[in-house]
């Protein structure tokens, strides 16, 4: 007993929670050795006796000081509750017995009779501890919420927290099962005790309480039997709240007002007996007119649905109110502006259709659906004649019939007709063309309706067998065609917008489906008209390339694109549609004479090829039965297939037109990438993975095949049947297979390459790129199997065909070996092998800068994907060989007199861009070639200075060739890498000094600058001070012409502005010392640069633009006082500037000068 | 508020304002043209120093002294003192009714170039004439190099009183004095914000 009441003791005079938390722990761990005997808790109980006495001492009237000595006793005895409390909270929770829990439960019961002050948070947390009791039983329950309920108006005095406390002791006991079924058994439909609680609970406005409110408002609506009467009094407390928002708080609570709202949506909602009073409250509210805002009318909306979504037994629940719904909501749609209101009414009107339908497992009454739609329609019907509500009552309309498959079944066709009927007397083309939206929104609905037949009751899969259908089938003679023909020759927009709805709803047509009455698939419209539809849009398909472009007027190409995406959407389901639509357009293509095509021809042929490849290889065709037998049998891949063989008949188009020639390869391309996408959207882009393991040789596999089998024309099919048809549209194997067939026909161009006509650069280019992306798009193993790394050079020809020559073969090379996997290229760094031959050969490179370019990109790949070996290896012993040749090539070259600039221009490029591929993998190899290359570049020969010039290329490997997405070694921070021994050793050397050669340090100067140049911030922006000196240099120095050439001086000063204003952007305070420098240097470099030189025009209006650029950069970031003294100068050079003669200067001059304008 | 000149001015569409960059084909934007600038790419090979040509920057830094258009460009953003447009929208500034002595060709060095810019006020009475006729005249200041000189007037018979306020404009000294009037420069700067 004594250590009772000690412990009580400690605990009301400790303030430290821990401290409290400790003595009650003791306290239960006494009471639980004891195995809570009788006289433990009593003694246990009476700890807390001494502060309890003096409970009735605080009457009114009392003199103060007994009053605050009364509040003192308060505290000290909520503590000692408190006390008692923290035990049960620590204690186990089997221990007590039931006449234990009883008694205690009685005990702080009482206190929400006498002590309103103290006891009450202290009660609240033993008695819910208490009903975590074993031996809690559930007429305890009942006994707990009586005595709570004896608060009273005292409730709502009490802290949020005890509220908070009392609530959660609530929501447990209503949903205890257990004390529910007592409550039901003692109250009965009278749930007298729920009206106690709305009595205590009434004006709660804490969110986080409120929370819990709602809840058990739901629990007492739901789980009890209230009577009309008490259901009426729980509506009333909630609907009080409603609409419901949040006042917004600096102290964040975590609840929104989108929380709030959705509890009190689900009181609504809870369950249908609220129906009778919540339908007319909340129709009421949102009948108030203007006084109801935007977000409170889409509150109320979502309230009327979700109580229409969960209430049970429409018939009765919802029924009855459906007209009154009806009559409020059709004007928020007819009249309504704001988009938000329009979609929450029409949500509504469509959960009512739903729930009158049924749901998944039970479909209620046919006549409760017919008699909603009924009223709709009757409503509507007379609208959609009207053009200004054509659209608004067309919507309403289709929301309730698409609303469900029985809906549909019932009222499409009557809809339809309706529909047709007012298409014959349109009173304006935008009447027609919405009525055709209307249309065309019912076949695109019912394409969802039909892919969805399966989710839901089996009764809607057999509705739609026995659906009817003609009226669908002859929209297109009686609606689509008429308009069609009627309209096609008018040009003027509005009827274009008609036109565009007839495409798109033809489209929409024929990809319809049908279910016989075996359950089988198939498209709705016949072969026939299919096939009449497919050549009604191919001929404004090809109309451009059949017309002159005197006779081609139309500037509006958005009708031709919605009648491509109509032919996309028909080729994917009517599969023999793409066969067709290519014979016709190769036939007008062919009609055309080719040997000296126009500007017009050429660009209407471009277009036509690339909308050709776009219909039949964005998309994987699916596989739909026809009525009609197939020409060819179904497979993923027949389109992109029939496509190719287009493409191989027309190529090349005639030896003269080499554009039209590369056009068709061109398309090629664009189909490998639509496909390619296609393919990835359709099976992920991991789809590949499961057929890494192959080592099948495609190229031997084709070896197989006839020689003529590549170029064998008409209705040939490049897959063979058996293959095409062993893999279904949902098999990624079409991928892989759609891979093969890419290679395939990219080896049989490759094969009848040439740089001479038919072919030209562009052709190649294309060609090349294509087999790129195929290539890379192969795992590593596959690309070893059919040994891609030597076709890289022999160019998949043997020796029957004709060797491709000329150095532009390279480009060829370059596409295969841009694809390649690191692995894949071992076989290249055999020792004297193929690729060492072509690297180090030099003979071929004076003949045309392209040869320079081709070899420096075969280079940067030979050198970048060298797979990773021992260093005593002979291939990386070849691969050493191959940088080293080049840049002792270029040290002994630039010494030599012989080689002219340009030349020697050729052998830099070749020599930068191989380095650079090492460099980027940060090939360690590289730091012996560096010192090397320094020393060429300081050679005193004038061609030292290309050397230095193109030192930037090292750090910008060629990124189109070169990228992460074709299996390049990019390094993450090899710029950095590169600069430390690049760049940092030259800072000191480039500094001018009169010990030193001004030619070597001029050099020293344009090498930091052109790396600098393409280097991010970051890496050079711990040596700052010594590139601003460098900078400010190049900006204010006129070299002497000894010194540099005129060319690099000026390459030097736009390197120099470049860096400038990536200093400005990054961190403009370093530029701080140096402003007089930077800005006299700049109005410098504009006024030398003012003047025309024909052969630098460009680079020096590159200057221009760029020192202004500078000038305009520096009032932003330097406040008035550092730029006062330069103002009047430079605003008079800038107003001068203003004058440019080039536009984009002038520019960039105005916004300087706005810029300055401020310093004053 | 003062009751507005003209309450209900005509008002013309962004897109129907004379502009440069729409005598420019603008690439094709149908379904199909993803992969054009990869496949029709005017830059078909991206590799070593030769293909820095490029087609695009020399359009762009090709020589194009000032014209009427880059004068439109400067004038016609300027915002309207009381409609919520600008003057090229309410066809205040019209293309036709400006004129550069010397024409763009002949013109040669620095020599004087007078830019001669008529505006027509939206109603013949309108109180503002001469307040536009400044901010076009400021405007035109701000942006043309020292050599350009400037005659804003009001367009024969488009308003009331043009030969006043052309006199105003005309005026040197009142413009001057003009510009140091607080209120007036404030009222300026505000119809100049929309200028870019």
């Keep these: ?1160 | 508020m003062r009751e507005v000149d003209n309450a209900n001015p005509s008002i013309l569409n962004v897109s129907q304002l004379p502009s440069r960059s729409r005598k420019v084909t603008t690439p094709r934007q149908g379904p199909d043209s993803k992969c054009d600038n990869i496949v029709y790419s005017k830059r078909p090979w991206l590799c070593g120093s030769s293909s820095s040509e490029d087609e695009d920057l020399e359009e762009e830094y090709g020589e194009d002294p000032v014209d009427a258009q880059d004068i439109y460009d400067l004038i016609s953003p300027i915002s309207d003192p009381e409609h919520p447009h600008t003057l090229g929208q309410l066809s205040v500034v019209q293309l036709p009714d400006i004129h550069l002595t010397p024409p763009p060709a002949e013109r040669r060095g620095d020599k004087l170039v007078t830019v001669t810019v008529d505006l027509t006020p939206t109603v013949n009475h309108c109180s503002l004439a001469t307040v536009i006729g400044l901010a076009v005249r400021y405007r035109l200041e701000q942006t043309l190099p020292p050599n350009y000189r400037f005659d804003v007037r009001m367009k024969d018979g488009s308003h009331a009183q043009d030969d006043q306020v052309n006199k105003q404009l005309g005026d040197k000294e009142r413009v001057a004095a003009a510009l140091e009037n607080d209120t007036l420069k404030g009222m300026l700067d505000k119809m100049l914000e929309t200028c870019v």
Aim: aromatic share 8%.
């Design chain 1, 1 to 1160: 007993m004594a250590q009772f009441k000690q412990w009580a003791l400690e605990y009301v005079l400790a303030d430290d929670e821990p401290v409290q938390l400790q003595l009650t722990k003791k306290a239960a761990k006494e009471i639980e050795d004891s195995r809570a005997s009788s006289t433990v808790v009593g003694n246990w109980a009476a700890s807390v006796h001494q502060w309890m006495t003096l409970t009735h001492s605080n009457d009114d009237g009392q003199m103060e000081d007994e009053d605050e000595r009364a509040n003192g006793d308060i505290v000290s005895r909520a503590k000692a509750l408190g006390f008692l409390a923290g035990t049960l909270e620590a204690l186990d929770k089997t221990i007590l017995r039931p006449d234990q829990v009883q008694r205690l439960i009685g005990f702080f019961g009482a206190m929400f009779s006498y002590d309103h002050k103290a006891g009450i948070t202290a009660s609240a947390k033993a008695l819910r501890q208490l009903y975590s009791m074993k031996n809690f039983k559930p007429e305890m329950g009942i006994k707990v919420l009586e005595d709570v309920s004896k608060l009273k108006e005292d409730f709502r005095l009490q802290t949020a927290v005890t509220r908070l406390e009392l609530y959660e002791l609530f929501l447990s006991l209503v949903e205890d099962p257990a004390v529910s079924s007592e409550l039901q058994h003692k109250y009965g439909s009278s749930c007298g005790f729920a009206l106690d609680l709305l009595q205590l609970c009434s004006s709660e406005r804490d969110p986080r309480n409120l929370m819990i409110w709602f809840k058990i408002i739901r629990r007492l609506l739901t789980e009890f039997s209230p009577s009309p009467e008490v259901t009426e009094e729980i509506f009333k407390a909630f609907s009080a709240y409603f609409p419901i928002s949040l006042r917004s708080s600096a102290t964040p609570i975590g609840i929104t007002a989108e929380d709030l709202k959705e509890a009190v949506r689900n009181c609504f909602s809870s369950h249908q007996r609220v129906a009778p009073f919540a339908f007319p409250f909340l129709m009421q509210k949102l009948d108030q007119g203007d006084a109801v805002t935007v977000a409170v009318k889409v509150d109320i909306l979502r309230t009327i649905k979700a109580c229409i979504e969960e209430y049970e037994n429409p018939q009765a629940s919802v029924v009855p109110y459906i007209k009154k719904i009806w009559g409020s909501l059709k004007y928020e749609v007819r009249n309504g502006e704001v988009k938000e209101s329009i979609d929450a009414t029409i949500e509504v009107l469509r959960a009512i259709a739903r729930k009158l339908d049924g749901s998944k497992t039970h479909k209620h009454e046919v006549t409760l659906l017919k008699n909603y739609i009924d009223l709709v329609f009757g409503d509507c019907k007379d609208d959609l004649s009207n053009p200004t509500y054509t659209k608004q009552a067309g919507l309403l309309l289709l929301t309730v019939v698409t609303a469900s498959i029985k809906g549909y079944v019932f009222y499409n066709a009557s809809f339809i007709d309706i529909i047709r009927q007012n298409l014959r007397q349109p009173k304006s083309p935008t009447h027609t063309r919405d009525l055709l939206l209307l249309v065309n929104s019912i076949l695109k609905t019912r394409i969802e309706l039909f892919k969805n037949r399966k989710v839901g009751h089996p009764d809607d899969e057999e509705q739609l067998r026995s659906e009817p259908r003609t009226h669908l089938v002859s929209l297109f003679h009686d609606v689509y065609l008429p308009i069609w023909t009627g309209k096609a020759s008018e040009s003027d927009s509005k009827e274009s917008d008609v036109l565009k709805q007839v495409a798109l709803g033809l489209g929409l047509l024929v990809s319809q489906q049908a279910l016989d009455t075996k359950g089988e698939v198939s498209l709705l419209c016949s072969g026939p008209i299919c096939f009449e539809i497919c050549n009604l849009l191919t001929v404004t398909l090809v109309k451009p390339l059949t017309l002159s472009s005197n006779d081609n007027q139309s500037q509006d190409a958005t009708l031709e694109d919605d009648v491509v995406l109509a032919l996309r959407t028909i080729v994917m389901s009517y599969t023999d549609g793409y066969g067709h639509i290519l014979k016709t357009a190769r036939k007008e293509i062919q009609k055309r004479d080719w040997t000296g095509p126009s500007e017009y021809s050429l660009e209407a042929l471009k277009i036509l090829l690339s909308r050709l490849a776009f219909i039949g290889c964005s998309e994987i065709p699916t596989q739909v039965k026809s009525d009609t037998e197939p020409e060819h049998p179904y497979s993923p891949l027949r389109h992109y297939d029939a496509w190719l063989r287009t493409l191989v008949y027309l190529f090349p188009l005639s030896a003269q037109s080499l554009t039209a020639n590369s056009y068709i390869l061109s398309s090629l391309h664009a189909s490998v990438i639509w496909f390619r996408d296609a393919c990835e959207a359709r099976y992920g882009t991991g789809a590949l993975a499961q057929y890494s393991n192959s080592d099948k040789n495609w190229l031997a596999e084709f070896e197989q095949l006839p020689g003529t089998f590549f170029s064998q024309t008409e209705g040939q099919s490049i897959l063979p049947d058996e293959v095409a048809s062993s893999f279904g549209e949902d098999d990624p194997e079409t991928y892989l297979q759609f891979l093969r067939l890419s290679l395939f026909i990219v080896r049989g161009f490759y094969k009848g390459a040439n740089s001479e006509a038919p072919w030209s650069e562009q052709a190649l280019v294309q060609l090349a790129q294509t087999a790129a992306l195929v290539v890379r798009s192969l795992d590593e193993k596959l690309q070893v199997s059919c040994n891609l790394a030597r076709e890289a050079f022999s160019l998949f020809k043997t020796s029957e065909d004709k060797p491709c020559a000329s150095p532009l073969s390279g480009l060829l090379t370059v596409g295969i070996l841009q694809g390649l996997h690191p692995g894949a290229m071992t076989e290249l760094y055999q020792p004297g092998g193929v690729a060492e031959k072509f690297i180090c050969d030099t003979s071929d490179l004076g003949s045309s800068p392209r040869a320079s370019d081709i070899k420096a990109a075969v280079g940067a790949i030979y050198s970048n994907k060298y797979p990773a070996g021992p260093a005593a290896s002979e291939e990386y012993q070849t691969l050493k060989r191959g940088l080293q040749f080049w840049t002792n090539y270029i040290k002994n070259a630039v010494k030599s007199s012989d080689i002219d600039s340009g030349s020697f221009h050729s052998f830099t490029n070749v020599a930068m861009h191989t380095v650079a591929g090492a460099v980027a993998r940060q090939e360690k190899f590289v730091l012996d070639l560096i010192p090397i290359l320094h020393e060429a570049a300081a050679s005193p020969s004038p061609n030292g200075e290309i050397v230095a010039r193109s030192m930037g290329i090292l750090v910008q490997p060629n990124s189109e060739v070169l990228n992460k997405e074709s299996h390049a070694n990019i390094k993450r921070f090899y710029k950095q890498w590169a600069y430390n021994f690049l760049v940092r050793p030259l800072y000191d050397l480039a500094r001018p000094g009169s010990d030193k050669d001004p030619k070597a340090t001029a050099r020293y100067s344009i090498m930091i600058l052109s790396v600098v140049k393409n280097c991010p911030f970051t890496v050079y922006q711990d040596d700052l001070e010594s590139l601003l000196r460098l900078l400010v240099t190049a900006l204010s120095n006129k070299m002497d012409d000894s010194v540099l050439s005129e060319e690099a001086a000026q390459a030097q000063v736009i390197a120099a502005l470049e860096i400038l204003v990536d200093i400005l952007a990054n961190e403009p305070s370093a530029l701080k010392g140096f402003l007089k420098e930077i800005i006299s240097g700049a109005t410098k470099v504009y006024q030398e640069s003012a003047t025309s030189n024909k052969t630098l025009h460009k680079t020096l209006t590159t200057c221009r633009k760029l020192s202004l650029q500078v000038l305009g950069a520096l009032p932003k970031t330097f406040e008035e006082r550092y730029l006062l003294c330069f103002s009047r100068p430079t605003q008079r050079m800038l107003a001068s500037a203003c004058g440019d003669p080039v536009r984009k200067v002038r520019e960039a001059a105005r916004s300087a000068r706005a810029n300055w304008a401020k310093v004053v």
